[in-house]
């Protein structure tokens, strides 16, 4: 592993603040240091702003030399995906709609973030708006694969997921609706967590899906995410759908929770369509689990195959209505040449949005239209019922569900010009969000390509810390992490 | 061919609560524009609604005043559409689940004249359902300004069916319940403030006809004489147009109210699909039981019901109990007043409050609550001339000063000298004597049968008196004495 300060995990990185070995400062300018060298070819970033994090920094370094550090995350840099808000900083959605728009507020998740002393850096590249799997829907660039730069870093979360993976952040935030922090995690070689819905508040997170989106980190480690979501979760009064319930320690329970666990496989999630190196790397992690006593059981997941479908009625219709605020009215991109306002909603709309984001909005438009809406969203929400029942049953049986992340590794840019096979990369991911499960990508693999391969488990509603130690129990004993992109 | 109206009403009221429905900024009317806004108000990316608990709770209060069932389960809504006077371009609303169904107004006919009590009509509610306010356009010569202020403020839709057959009924309705929504603290249903809107439905039919005709909705009745004129101009404008032989037009219809006259400003055409499903960002809340037994105790009696009391435990006729019921501050006011003064004396107390202090109020342009009378003065007032120490003339002249002061009328009986004489003194009775003997004419007269002619003996007893000499006293001496004379 590089011994560069800017690709350690959290954990050590805490160890060495916490002795003085390093400041905070000087972390930051590492990180600054690595972005500014790679990010021209990596293109993770829309934006960062040096100078405020440099002064971020140094008030944590002030605070420690003070004795009053705010504990492992005080003084470690953190990049946000650009949908979630900064105070006085640009807040885009990667869409031309947003281009200009600098957030008055802080997103509840960033005020955690800064009450826990971390340093609030750079604003990640994602798909236009969270829609799409591959951050090439950004309206401003694409971001790279930092293991192959010809291919995609996976999406929307991609900028959170490369910048991590290139070592121009120490973890990153990423928003999770159908796939978005699993899929790029897996295909970048991090460890990306997307949380119970509920679990985090969705406050100052652009909307995509109301009832699919979530929050969650990208780490190096499992450990890393484990500190990094106990600074994010708990209950929102702002977040009509945050959930009270108590929060555990969950980098304690990596130690204390310690199996050996009853783990289900789901056939119908290693069937047509998988890449054999994918199949056959997450067989070893299976087999991995075997070897620690884990009792491996097939389980069913029996209306998997509506997913995707399903998905994308739900995810559209919200997303229709959500987005309806970009009218060019009060804020955001404004038509410079409109007539009327029925011009100015068209213009501005028309100009703002990518073609992603308006296919989007037209079928959710069309979804909830007068006599449609019995046929598609009623019917989809009815599905979404089973198919939570799919994983609630399976759980009387089993602890947590082994998948594939993904079909396949990264593929290379442009290679999905159809929609339709670009909505097929998120067919394991969706169903976690349908259900409102837990779910963690933990990298383990490579193809023979070189492109980095992600095992998915499936964790019960708000048991993050057992998930966790699950994922703890093979991410400790191996390595792949350290695999950093040559770059 | 004989006629009849069909006439559906849908009120807005605005919920008087601190903040707004979905966020902590204020509500409020008069304020600078846009400064009652937040990111949640302004919709800026990322924000989300939680909701006003007081709202819901001032609406379960609406319903449990009409009589309305209370949906176990309070379930939001988004409505779809794209107007700048809403932020999101989606109103958070309910759709299919009302929180409060079914109910009723209850109205009281205008009666054969002023002082008798009219004929009562139950006016049956489809639903009350909550949502949330938009914010206000103003258009100038070149540019369209918006103003946020009143966006998100909490607001109730009350559906009436279609069974208000005119344009008195419809007034009448409004009356009750504005009045039952003021009672209940719900609302000031302020119209000029935009606290209080009504759109009317109308349709004509054949009588005897059980098919709805083709409606018209009336947008703009900016008071409660606007919507009875506005309806009654729709009828007949619909009458006319019939009996020409022509259709109506399912159409929305802008009324002016000073002009009187009426104007299409859409047709049916261009309806809205409103799209609406279930939000997302709000979770459904349920409505127990105990929520409500908790709000069902703050109920307040409502205006009929306070009527049919103070006609049967305080014998007050309808001319007093019909003004003072329709004012809660009023009715507290009397029934405190009532209480003090002690048994008997509730109707002088009523007339008091009815006719003099309502014109001191109004002549002074002041509250009630601002007012220095207060109930115990009333009571005071009221005792001190009943016992005889005041005389309604007299009582008037305190009644002012005590508008003034807001001493006690007895503190201003004293101050001014105003007692009445003494009673059953010798002086009333040489007053009287002087009179009779001075006064050979009346008093024939009087003898004689003509009983208005025991006047002529009473003004000089005043005069000598200097004016306070009890009436009731003098009449009565007056007789026992020319009974013997």
Redesign the interface.
């Known amino acids: 592993m590089s011994s560069e300060l800017f690709n350690k995990p959290i954990s050590e990185l805490a160890a060495l603040l916490e002795a003085k070995t390093i400041t905070s400062v000087e972390l930051t300018q590492a990180v600054i240091a690595r972005t500014q060298t790679v990010d021209e070819r990596v293109k993770a970033f829309n934006s960062y702003d040096t100078a405020d994090a440099l002064a971020q920094a140094a008030a944590s370094d002030a605070r420690r030399a003070a004795g009053q550090s705010l504990g492992a995350l005080d003084g470690i840099p953190i990049g946000i995906k650009d949908?979630?808000?900064v105070t006085g900083q640009p807040?885009t959605?990667s869409s031309k709609m947003?281009a200009n728009?600098v957030?008055?507020?802080d997103?509840t998740v960033t005020q955690k973030l800064k009450n826990a002393g971390a340093v609030i850096w750079g604003r990640l590249n994602l798909d236009e708006f969270a829609m799409g799997s591959s951050t090439e829907n950004s309206a401003f660039h694409t971001t790279r694969n930092p293991y192959n730069l010809d291919c995609v870093p996976g999406g929307s979360s991609g900028g959170s997921a490369a910048a991590l993976a290139a070592g121009e952040a120490i973890a990153t935030l990423g928003s999770d609706t159908g796939g978005s922090i699993r899929q790029p995690a897996a295909l970048c070689n991090v460890v990306g967590l997307k949380p119970t819905y509920g679990l985090v508040s969705?406050?100052?997170?652009?909307?995509f899906?109301?009832?699919l989106d979530q929050i969650g980190p990208f780490t190096r480690t499992v450990e890393d995410a484990a500190i990094l979501l106990q600074a994010i979760v708990g209950h929102d009064?702002?977040?009509?759908?945050s959930f009270k319930t108590e929060i555990p320690d969950y980098r304690a329970a990596l130690k204390t929770k310690k199996g050996p666990w009853k783990l289900g496989i789901p056939k119908e999630y290693f069937g047509e369509g998988l890449d054999p190196e994918v199949a056959a790397a997450v067989q070893k992690a299976i087999d991995y689990y075997k070897s620690l006593g884990c009792e491996i059981r097939p389980v069913s997941l029996p209306h998997t195959e509506y997913g995707v479908g399903v998905y994308y009625i739900i995810a559209t219709?919200?997303c229709?209505?959500n987005l309806?605020?970009?009218?060019g009215?009060?804020?955001g991109h404004r038509s410079a040449d409109a007539n009327d306002?029925v011009d100015l909603?068209f213009k501005s709309r028309a100009e703002g949005f990518g073609p992603e984001v308006k296919r989007r909005i037209i079928l959710g438009?069309y979804v909830?239209?007068?006599g449609y809406?019995d046929a598609y969203?009623l019917r989809a929400q009815k599905v979404r019922t089973l198919i939570r029942q799919d994983f609630l049953n399976a759980y009387n049986e089993v602890d947590a569900i082994i998948t594939p992340t993904t079909p396949t590794p990264a593929f290379k840019r442009g290679a999905k010009a159809d929609p339709l096979a670009m909505y097929l990369c998120d067919v394991y991911t969706i169903g976690v969000n349908l259900a409102g499960l837990p779910g963690i990508s933990v990298p383990c693999g490579f193809s023979s390509g070189g492109l980095p391969i992600g095992m998915q488990l499936i964790g019960q509603p708000f048991k993050e810390a057992d998930l966790l130690a699950i994922a703890n129990a093979y991410d400790s004993a191996h390595d792949w992490a350290k695999r950093t992109p040559n770059l | 061919m004989k006629y009849e109206a069909v006439i559906g009403l849908e009120v807005h009221v605005q919920i008087k609560t601190k903040s707004k429905m979905f966020t902590r900024v204020a509500a409020g009317y008069g304020h600078p524009a846009n400064t009652l806004t937040d990111?949640v108000v302004?919709?800026?990316?990322?924000?989300?609604?939680?909701?006003n608990k007081a709202a819901l709770d001032a609406i379960i209060k609406a319903g449990l005043l009409l009589g309305c069932d209370i949906a176990p389960v309070c379930k939001w809504d988004?409505k779809?559409y794209?107007y700048?006077d809403s932020?999101?371009?989606?109103q958070i609303s309910q759709f299919d689940q009302p929180i409060c169904l079914n109910g009723s107004v209850e109205i009281e006919l205008p009666g054969a004249a002023r002082n008798i009590q009219g004929e009562h009509k139950s006016i049956a509610l489809t639903r009350i359902h909550l949502e949330e306010d938009v914010g206000k356009l103003n258009h100038e010569a070149f540019d369209?300004l918006?103003d946020y202020n009143r966006a998100g403020t909490p607001l109730m839709e009350i559906v009436s069916e279609p069974v208000i057959k005119s344009a008195e009924e419809a007034y009448a309705y409004l009356t009750s319940l504005r009045a039952t929504m003021i009672y209940g603290g719900i609302s000031d249903c302020d119209m000029e403030k935009g606290q209080l809107r009504c759109d009317a439905n109308i349709s004509i039919r054949p009588v005897g006809e059980t098919k709805l005709g083709t409606k018209v909705e009336l947008k703009n009745l900016n008071s409660i004489s606007y919507v009875r004129d506005g309806i009654a101009h729709e009828i007949q404008r619909q009458l006319a147009v019939t009996q020409a032989g022509g259709t109506i037009v399912q159409e929305t219809r802008d009324y002016d109210g000073e002009a009187g006259v009426s104007q299409s400003l859409r047709s049916k055409e261009m309806a809205h699909?409103y799209?609406?499903?279930p939000d997302?960002?709000?979770?459904p809340v349920k409505v127990d039981a105990a929520w409500k037994a908790g709000i069902q105790a703050e109920c307040p009696e409502l205006p009929f019901a306070k009527q049919t009391r103070f006609q049967n435990d305080y014998q007050l006729p309808y001319t007093l109990t019909s003004v003072l019921v329709w004012d809660r501050a009023l009715a507290d006011y009397f029934e405190e007043a009532a209480k003090l003064a002690g048994p008997g004396k509730a109707q002088a107390v009523g007339n008091w409050i009815v006719n003099d202090l309502q014109r001191e109020l109004g002549a002074a342009k002041l509250d009630l609550a601002a007012s220095k009378i207060r109930p115990a003065h009333i009571a005071e007032l009221v005792k001190l001339i009943d016992a005889g120490t005041l005389l309604n003339n007299t009582a008037k002249e305190v009644f002012i000063d005590m508008a003034a002061t807001g001493e006690s009328p007895a503190a201003i009986v004293a101050k001014k000298g105003l007692a009445a004489a003494p009673t059953d003194t010798a002086e009333l009775e040489g007053w009287c004597r002087e009179a009779i003997a001075a006064n050979a004419k009346s008093v024939a007269e009087f003898k004689a049968g003509k009983e208005s002619a025991i006047n002529g003996l009473k003004g000089p007893i005043m005069k000598a008196s200097k004016g306070k000499a009890n009436p009731k006293l003098v009449d009565e001496t007056l007789r026992r004495l020319l009974a013997i004379s």
């Open positions: 949908v979630i808000a807040l959605a947003l728009f957030s008055p507020y997103a969705r406050f100052g997170l652009i909307a899906a109301s009832s009064e702002r977040d009509s759908t219709a919200e229709s209505s309806s605020r970009y009218d009215i009060r804020y306002i909603y438009t909830l239209s007068s809406y969203y | 990111p302004l919709a800026l990316p990322g924000v989300l609604p939680v909701m988004r779809n794209f700048p932020t999101k371009n989606y369209s918006v699909d799209r609406y499903f997302p960002d709000l979770m």
